[in-house]
């Protein structure tokens, strides 16, 4: 299971939360977030809304969804088949994936490190040792712990 989920929906959900970056680039309108359930995204049912703000500016940078009780009942079900999944993959297997997800960090690491910042408001560009981008490629050398 995780390792069709690294394989191309991968770059889905880097896709995905590039969404934020229109908003915050090119003043687009904020777009509502899909859950991802069993490696799917997938549109909510739920009527209610959380907004993604940036902290400074409180400008919305997207809408995420209060998932409904099926919605949780799904997403955590998935999450057991895929524990049990994982659990029975091979060391070799399990290797190739982390490998795979420390590649697609690295290779969307000036997005991602956007993301953080304007969700977060870290600093990503001003210090190249302690911003956004640093802690991305951190994340990234860490997937083998």
């Known amino acids: 299971m995780l390792r069709t989920a690294l394989g191309g929906r991968?770059?889905?959900a880097f896709s995905a939360a590039s969404?934020?970056?229109?908003?915050?680039r090119h003043g687009a309108?904020?777009?509502k977030v899909p859950l991802l359930i069993n490696g799917e995204f997938v549109e909510s049912q739920s009527s209610e809304f959380v907004p993604v703000l940036c902290p400074v500016t409180q400008q919305v940078l997207a809408h995420t969804p209060i998932a409904t009780q099926a919605e949780m009942e799904a997403a955590a079900a998935a999450a057991q088949a895929a524990a049990s999944g994982w659990a029975d993959t091979s060391v070799s297997n399990r290797t190739r994936v982390m490998f795979k997800l420390q590649a697609l960090i690295r290779?969307?690491?000036e997005?991602?490190?956007?993301?953080?910042?304007?969700?977060q408001q870290v600093?990503?560009?001003?210090n190249p040792r302690y911003g956004s981008s640093a802690f991305i490629r951190a994340t990234a050398s860490l997937t083998f712990w």
């Not at 969404?19 to 915050?24: C, G, Q």
């Not at 997005?111 to 969700?119: R, V």
């Open 107 to 109: 290779e969307h690491t």
């Open 29 to 31: 309108a904020p777009q």
């Open 123 to 126: 600093l990503w560009h001003l």
């Open 19 to 24: 969404t934020v970056l229109k908003v915050i």
């Open 111 to 119: 997005e991602l490190a956007q993301i953080l910042t304007a969700e």
């Open 10 to 12: 991968g770059h889905r």
